[in-house]
């Protein structure tokens, strides 16, 4: 079984133990292209015996949620240097309630937010640290150190997997521009945090011109490794549902690769017989970061760049997405629907699903305000399965949520704020407000 790189427009392909992330000839972006005759040797269902099989063996590589469909995700991948984490098998939580509320028959949150560093960044990160590992371990080559540029999520789950794989990992951050949360996870991995005088764009200039030598490996979102592991989300939805599709996906994105995953692990599951339906894809974009949405308006004829403005769900701030190509592809191919929210829309949607007791971030919000839309115009039909990508932990975001509650967010309105009562200590009174808020 053999996978290799392929430039997308089809010009040119690599090994996958090469150190290249876009085409040499055309500079597109590469994808991860399978073997499909050799997958297909297995039946669909003793693919699903398979994984079954796993996930019950007492080996840590064989239960992680990625790892225990490891052929479909890098057959080159030697087990005895892949660098885990326990990530995937994240929770795929119904909602009863919402599900009623909207006239659906099934919501459920697909929780990718619940792994080791908080968001399904970590679904990624697994196999191209993986694959580094085996590259110098195994292969000898010579690499240093992996780096990236970001603001939050992919730093924190490249430091946690180069740090326990023993691989020296390089952040560069804007200067004073990064909250204590999203610092805390490299500074406590031990990665060398750069904190550079300049913005995100200008530290991803300067990541790219120190990996051009090959001695630092760049693990930022034009690597097409991490793709294959992302992709596992929509493979393992529908093997929590006995091996069916829900009728929808809904997912937020900016630099769209998620989209992009979740696109390519359907097809490759309908492909090697495991579903025989499709779902729709609907992707969920901040109106301060919209340009898919712009270009969804003309039906993805034409694509132009937006600047960003300032968004609470600041992992998809993105106005000129890497993987915006690889995301019409798959939009295309899945009947996809782009539709966007504004900061109040999925403040209140982020809090509104807290109160079914999901606590999202504010990216989920995003998601799910885009949801509430389509259901209510009808574009998401009535009695459909819907499934809902959550992307972060919501206690990443725990300053989001209290601004929210104290109702400090700029220009919002916050309709479920949930201030806490501030009493005397004195029986009497405390008595009083139960009365009042338990009848
Ligand atoms: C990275 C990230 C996204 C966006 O994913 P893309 O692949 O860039 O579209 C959304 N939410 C969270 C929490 C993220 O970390
Ligand atoms: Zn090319």
Known sequence: MKAHFQCIKGCETYSLNEVVYQCKKCGSLLEVVHDMNSLKQKSGSEWKKLFQERKTNPDFSDQSGIWNKREWVNPMMDKDYIVTLGEGNNPLTPIPPAAKELGM?????????NTHTGSFKDLGMTVLVSMVNQMIHKEKQKIKAVACASTGDTSAALSAYGRYAGIPTIVFLPRNKISIAQLVQPIANHALVLALDTDFDGCMKIVQAVTKDNSIYLANSMNSLRIEGQKIVGIETAEQLGWKVPDYFVIPGGNLGNVSALGSGLTMMKELGLIDKMPVII???????????????????????????????????????????????ELKKFNGIVEQASEEELANASAK????????????????AVMEKLADQGKIEKNSDVVVVSTAHGLKFADFKVRYHESQLENIVSKYANKPV??????????????????
């Not at 009083?432 to 808020?437: C, F, I, S």
Request: with cysteine; hydrophobic share 40%.
């Open 422 to 439: 501030e009493l005397e200590a004195d029986v009497e009174k405390v008595s009083k407000v139960l009365y009042e808020r338990l009848k």
């Open 105 to 113: 028959k099934n919501i459920w949150i697909k929780h990718c937010g």
């Open 283 to 329: 992707l969920a974009q901040a109106e301060n970061a919209n340009p898919l949405y712009l270009s969804y308006q003309n039906q993805f004829q034409s694509f132009e760049p937006v600047k960003a403005k300032t968004t609470l769900a600041s992992a998809i701030q993105i106005g000129d997405p890497v993987s915006r190509d690889k995301a019409i592809r």
């Open 353 to 368: 699903y807290d109160r079914f007791g999901m606590f999202t971030c504010p990216h989920t919000g995003v998601a799910l």
